[in-house]
Each structure stands twice: as C-alpha cells, then as structure tokens.
Nanobody
Framework: VQLQASGGGLVQAGGSLRLSCATS????????ISWFRQAPGKEREGISC????????YYADSVKGRFTISKDNAKNMVYLQMDSLKPEDTAVYYC??????????????????????WGEGTLVTVSS
C-alpha cells in the first residue's frame, strides 16, 4: 500500500488550496481514508475522513465548514479542498488509511493510532 499526499504550498490567509492523495494498493472503494495534520511542536491532529462507500464524512471542529473531503475511486485519488485558510492551518498534511469501512472516531476525535497506513506529508503554509 502506498499513499502520497501532494498539493501543499504557500497561500495567504483567506485563500484556498486543494490537496491530493494518490493511493496504490489500498481498497479505496471499501475502506475509509483520512487526512491528518501536524503543526510544529504540536500533536498530529485528525481533521477529516470519508468512509468506504463515500456516504459519511468526519470533520474536526477546527476545519468544519471550511474543508471538504472527497474521493474518486476510479482514479484512486482522495482530495481535501481547503477554503478560508487561516495561519493556524499551517502544518504538514498527511493522508492515512485505517483499513476499516468506517472512519475511526473516538468521541469527537480521530486518533492517529487507528491508522494502518500513512503517506508522506505535504507542507501547507498560510501567511497572515
């Protein structure tokens, strides 16, 4: 299994970016797929997930209403559309796979320990 995030870069506050995650060997049509981020000096944060059949999504409160997750099973691609970006969104963003049909959410948090596969991250920097 390989997951590779891309699309990061430098953007001004209020701007938008779309991250992509190319998957290989991962049953995207059957399993959930997630996005995490890690800012300097902070713990890795689960921010979004879409379940295997695409009918359910999860968003952390920190990104709810601004970020949108989607996927294209035929292309083995996952996307994270990020709008109204804030300086506090600056982080390395990762896609990760739990190899379960549903998103792994405990309480209102998606813990990184629930993931089976991780891709290389992509850096997003939001300037004020």
């Amino acid at each position: 299994v390989q997951l590779q995030a891309s699309g990061g870069g430098l953007v001004q506050a209020g701007g938008s970016l779309r991250l992509s995650c190319a998957t290989s060997g991962y049953a995207l049509g059957a399993y959930a797929i997630s996005w995490f981020r890690q800012a300097p000096g902070k713990e890795r944060e689960g921010i979004s997930c879409i379940n295997g059949n695409g009918g359910s999504t999860y968003y952390a409160d920190s990104v709810k209403g601004r970020f949108t997750i989607s996927k294209d099973n035929a292309k083995n691609m996952v996307y994270l559309q990020m709008d109204s970006l804030k300086p506090e969104d600056t982080a390395v963003y990762y896609c990760a796979g739990p190899e379960t049909a549903g998103c792994t959410v405990v309480g209102d948090v998606m813990p990184p320990e629930g993931m089976d596969y991780w891709g290389e991250g992509t850096l997003v920097t939001v300037s004020s």
